[in-house]
Nanobody
Framework: QVQLVESGGGLAQAGGSLGLSCAAS????????LAWFRQAPGKEREFVAA????????NYADSVKGRFTISRDNAKNTVYLQMNSLKPEDTAVYYC?????????????????WGQGTQVTVSS
Protein backbone atom coordinates (compact mmCIF):
# COMPACT_ATOMS: atom_id res chain seq x y z
CA GLN A 1 0.00 0.00 0.00
CA VAL A 2 1.44 3.33 -1.09
CA GLN A 3 1.55 6.05 1.51
CA LEU A 4 2.77 9.64 1.28
CA VAL A 5 2.93 11.42 4.63
CA GLU A 6 3.62 15.14 4.80
CA SER A 7 5.07 16.88 7.84
CA GLY A 8 6.60 20.20 8.81
CA GLY A 9 3.68 22.53 8.30
CA GLY A 10 2.74 25.14 10.83
CA LEU A 11 2.63 28.85 11.47
CA ALA A 12 5.22 31.32 10.19
CA GLN A 13 5.50 35.06 9.91
CA ALA A 14 5.77 36.82 6.58
CA GLY A 15 9.37 36.80 5.49
CA GLY A 16 10.09 33.66 7.47
CA SER A 17 10.86 30.10 6.46
CA LEU A 18 9.38 26.64 6.80
CA GLY A 19 10.51 23.25 5.58
CA LEU A 20 8.13 20.50 4.55
CA SER A 21 8.89 16.81 4.24
CA CYS A 22 7.01 14.00 2.57
CA ALA A 23 7.93 10.44 3.47
CA ALA A 24 6.92 7.75 1.00
CA SER A 25 6.41 4.04 1.49
CA UNK A 26 5.07 1.16 -0.54
CA UNK A 27 6.65 2.25 -3.81
CA UNK A 28 10.01 2.25 -5.58
CA UNK A 29 10.72 5.85 -4.65
CA UNK A 30 13.59 6.43 -7.06
CA UNK A 31 11.33 5.73 -10.04
CA UNK A 32 8.81 8.40 -9.18
CA UNK A 33 8.70 12.06 -10.05
CA LEU A 34 7.49 14.02 -7.04
CA ALA A 35 5.64 17.26 -6.65
CA TRP A 36 4.13 19.66 -4.20
CA PHE A 37 0.71 21.21 -4.72
CA ARG A 38 -1.25 23.51 -2.46
CA GLN A 39 -4.86 24.43 -1.90
CA ALA A 40 -6.03 27.61 -0.23
CA PRO A 41 -9.57 27.93 1.16
CA GLY A 42 -12.08 28.38 -1.63
CA LYS A 43 -9.49 27.83 -4.35
CA GLU A 44 -8.48 24.95 -6.57
CA ARG A 45 -5.41 22.88 -5.83
CA GLU A 46 -2.46 24.39 -7.65
CA PHE A 47 1.00 23.27 -8.64
CA VAL A 48 3.93 24.50 -6.56
CA ALA A 49 7.04 22.52 -7.52
CA ALA A 50 8.16 19.21 -8.97
CA UNK A 51 11.33 17.15 -9.27
CA UNK A 52 11.92 14.47 -11.86
CA UNK A 53 12.44 10.79 -11.10
CA UNK A 54 16.05 11.04 -12.19
CA UNK A 55 16.42 13.96 -9.77
CA UNK A 56 18.01 16.19 -12.35
CA UNK A 57 15.11 18.36 -13.34
CA UNK A 58 12.91 20.69 -11.35
CA ASN A 59 9.96 22.90 -12.14
CA TYR A 60 8.41 25.72 -10.13
CA ALA A 61 5.30 27.80 -10.26
CA ASP A 62 6.11 31.42 -11.06
CA SER A 63 4.64 32.48 -7.73
CA VAL A 64 7.28 30.56 -5.75
CA LYS A 65 10.28 30.66 -8.08
CA GLY A 66 13.34 31.94 -6.27
CA ARG A 67 11.74 31.44 -2.84
CA PHE A 68 10.98 27.69 -2.67
CA THR A 69 13.31 24.76 -3.32
CA ILE A 70 12.28 21.17 -3.93
CA SER A 71 14.72 18.33 -3.30
CA ARG A 72 14.68 14.59 -2.76
CA ASP A 73 16.65 12.00 -0.84
CA ASN A 74 16.17 8.59 -2.42
CA ALA A 75 17.97 6.87 0.45
CA LYS A 76 15.33 8.21 2.84
CA ASN A 77 12.36 7.94 0.45
CA THR A 78 11.65 11.58 1.20
CA VAL A 79 10.94 14.71 -0.80
CA TYR A 80 11.39 18.16 0.72
CA LEU A 81 10.11 21.65 0.10
CA GLN A 82 12.13 24.48 1.62
CA MET A 83 10.05 27.64 1.71
CA ASN A 84 11.77 30.98 2.27
CA SER A 85 10.55 34.58 2.16
CA LEU A 86 7.06 33.38 2.95
CA LYS A 87 4.07 35.54 2.11
CA PRO A 88 0.52 35.48 3.50
CA GLU A 89 -0.65 34.26 0.09
CA ASP A 90 1.40 31.10 0.62
CA THR A 91 -1.15 30.06 3.25
CA ALA A 92 -2.66 26.74 2.14
CA VAL A 93 -2.75 23.02 2.71
CA TYR A 94 0.32 21.57 1.01
CA TYR A 95 0.15 18.14 -0.61
CA CYS A 96 2.88 15.95 -2.01
CA UNK A 97 2.23 13.74 -5.01
CA UNK A 98 4.05 10.97 -6.88
CA UNK A 99 4.09 10.09 -10.59
CA UNK A 100 5.63 6.84 -11.85
CA UNK A 101 8.63 7.59 -14.09
CA UNK A 102 7.03 10.90 -14.88
CA UNK A 103 8.08 14.37 -15.79
CA UNK A 104 7.86 17.55 -13.74
CA UNK A 105 4.24 17.97 -14.71
CA UNK A 106 2.18 20.86 -13.40
CA UNK A 107 -1.08 18.93 -13.86
CA UNK A 108 -2.84 17.14 -11.01
CA UNK A 109 -4.07 14.41 -13.33
CA UNK A 110 -0.48 13.36 -14.03
CA UNK A 111 0.08 12.12 -10.49
CA UNK A 112 -0.72 8.63 -9.26
CA UNK A 113 -0.56 9.04 -5.50
CA TRP A 114 -1.29 11.84 -3.04
CA GLY A 115 -0.63 12.58 0.59
CA GLN A 116 -3.19 13.89 3.06
CA GLY A 117 -1.70 17.36 3.26
CA THR A 118 -0.16 19.62 5.87
CA GLN A 119 -1.35 23.11 6.80
CA VAL A 120 0.92 26.09 6.28
CA THR A 121 -0.24 29.44 7.66
CA VAL A 122 1.70 32.66 7.08
CA SER A 123 0.77 35.67 9.15
CA SER A 124 1.37 39.24 8.03
Amino acid sequence: QVQLVESGGGLAQAGGSLGLSCAASGLTFSRYALAWFRQAPGKEREFVAAIGWTGGGTNYADSVKGRFTISRDNAKNTVYLQMNSLKPEDTAVYYCAAQFMGSTSIYRRSYDYWGQGTQVTVSS
